[in-house]
């Protein structure tokens, strides 16, 4: 998390602090497109117990809302 904190803004990587349920913090990091076509970003979120990281690359448009209802169903399985 800290490594893409630092490197937010140099090479097309945004990285932003959002709000998770349940998480102490969390960072949305939108990465530079490999394709014209594809976003790809990391959603990351710290639990007492430990950091949950999901990853996923989509066409044309990723929301957070679709990373965040990710974490959430791993973050209950665990």
């Known amino acids: 998390m800290r490594m893409f904190k630092a490197q937010s803004g ?3 990587i945004v990285a932003r602090t959002i709000e998770v349920p349940r998480a102490t ?3 949305l990091v939108t990465l530079p497109a490999g394709a014209s076509t594809q976003r ?3 959603l990351f979120a ?3 117990r430990g950091v949950i990281q999901v990853n ?3 066409p ?3 929301s957070a ?3 965040k209802a ?3 169903v791993v973050a209950r399985a665990r």
């Open 25 to 27: 913090r969390a960072l």
């Open 40 to 42: 790809s970003k990391y």
């Open 10 to 12: 140099k090479q097309h």
């Open 65 to 67: 809302q679709r990373l």
């Open 70 to 72: 990710v974490l959430s």
């Open 46 to 48: 710290a639990y007492r």
């Open 60 to 62: 044309n448009s990723l």
């Open 56 to 58: 996923m690359t989509a």
